[in-house]
């Protein structure tokens, strides 16, 4: 007689260190009349978000170089922070990095040599106002221009900067006829902007507008909302994330000081409700740029259940060299990083090569010599350690023409991704 499995129960809660960040924040000296309703609520927080010098300069003792930044990038890139994300700054410290993150500074206002307005090439391969198709299986659904702080190393200020005129309902029907078009789309990145500035029941339109797009596989949302504004994860919007499965949310944490008890809640509650969370922290110089620094975030993160997956090379995007790092400090960093943690807490380093040449990945080297017979490497510590290479060669894999046979068993679409074209249309606008 078949038993009953028994029901799992969650073990015992066990004392482990918390990845809460302890600093305390300055939302009652800031912020002294707002209620617990009011600072909960993520439309209190949008409808408050300091977007002027004045309006800032009201909470906040400034440096002349902030001083002189904000009044030299008005007219360049918007300015916007909730009050939420002001109260993890900093009053004493101008290198504090959720202060550099949010408050520019004048070098902001220089452009370099070699920065570009559309540092990705983005607009090269732009079909529609809000579909970016740079890889074959996979398209960037620009929902919105607005976030709910705009971050002093945006790639996409061109857009956040409302430079281009917010993208309305024209502009996301277009974008989903396009995915129409072209089943070849797996994966649909839907970004901006921050997707979650939308209303529950937009996003739930857009959302469902995706999903019913057959040949789409899964979508991902690139979103800094539980960073700068995580009381907009509310269980209702996490339900709601989690009935569009398979969906992914990819968030942006670049410190841990933004890792605070609200930060943690909307991630773990993204997490709870089955939506998957993993991270993009972009390298930047002063900020964030130790292997300290990022030790820390990746462990908090994973504390979290969120994974660390990209560490991000600063794009080049105009006005942002002061923040960009030497390729071979993030290439450090990660040295730094394999063999002294897990590899979940190793992201992947990013390059994404200027003009549109899509990402890289970049890593220490660890192989000393290669050979037919052997290749020998270094490990993190220095030491050498020699690999032997088996004798047979033939690496093909003979169930592949049974599996992938018409009734084999096999996905057409996963299979035939290798035969997919390896280039984005070649003329955005014929495809259209
Ligand atoms: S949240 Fe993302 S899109 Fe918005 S300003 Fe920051 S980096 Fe740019």
Redesign the pocket.
């Known amino acids: 007689m078949a038993t009953a499995l028994p029901i799992l129960e969650r073990p015992t809660p066990i004392a482990r260190p918390s990845p809460i960040c302890t600093l305390p924040d300055r939302r009652r000296a800031l912020y002294p009349e707002a209620t617990d309703a009011e600072w909960g609520d993520w439309r209190w927080q949008a409808r408050n978000m300091v977007d002027s010098l004045a309006a800032l300069e009201a909470k906040f003792a400034l440096t002349p170089d902030e001083r002189d930044g904000l009044a030299a990038t008005a007219e360049i890139f918007r300015l916007g922070i909730t009050p939420y994300y002001l109260a993890l700054a900093d009053p004493d410290q101008s290198f504090c990095p959720v202060r550099r993150q949010a408050i520019p500074v004048r070098d902001e206002a220089r452009v370099r040599p070699g920065e570009l307005r559309d540092p990705l090439g983005e607009d090269r391969t732009r079909p529609t106002p809000a579909i970016v198709h740079r890889y074959p299986d996979r398209v960037l659904l620009l929902a919105t221009d607005r ?1 709910t ?3 002093r ?5 061109r857009i ?1 900067g409302g430079d281009e005129g917010a993208l309305d309902r024209t502009a996301l029907r277009e974008a989903v006829a396009y995915l129409r078009g072209h089943p070849e789309v797996r994966d649909v990145l839907v ?4 997707p979650l500035l939308l209303s529950d029941a937009r996003l739930e339109e857009l959302l469902a507008e995706i999903a019913s797009v057959q040949t789409v596989q899964m979508i991902r949302i690139g979103t ?1 909302i539980p960073v ?1 504004c995580p009381m907009r994860v509310t269980p209702e919007l996490s339900r709601l994330l989690r009935r569009f499965a398979p969906l992914f949310v990819v968030t ?1 944490f670049n410190h841990p000081r933004e890792v605070t008890a609200e930060a943690a809640q909307a991630c773990e509650r993204l997490v709870d409700a089955g939506v998957p969370v993993e991270n993009q922290t972009v390298l930047l110089r002063r900020l964030n740029s130790s292997a300290r620094t990022l030790l820390d975030l990746n462990h908090r993160l994973l504390m979290l259940r969120v994974r660390p997956y990209y560490l991000h090379q600063g794009d080049v995007a105009e006005g942002t060299e002061h923040l960009r790092t030497p390729l071979e400090a993030g290439v450090g960093i990660l040295e730094a990083m394999r063999g002294h943690t897990s590899g979940l807490a190793v992201p992947h380093l990013a390059v994404d090569l200027p003009g549109g040449g899509g990402k890289v990945t970049l890593q220490p080297d660890y192989v000393v010599q290669t050979g037919p017979d052997a290749w020998t490497f270094r490990n993190f510590r220095g030491e050498r350690y020699v690999y032997p290479q088996p004798e047979a060669r033939d690496c093909s894999c003979p169930y592949d023409e049974v599996f992938y046979s018409p009734g084999g068993g096999g996905s057409a679409a996963h299979g035939e991704a290798v035969n997919r074209p390896t280039s984005a249309p070649a003329s955005p606008k014929s495809t259209a």
């Not at 190393?153 to 200020?157: G, I, Q, S, V």
């Not at 970004?191 to 921050?194: A, K, L, V």
């Open positions: 976030c702080v705009y971050c190393h945006c790639t996409r200020r956040t970004s901006g902007g921050d800094r700068t942006h």
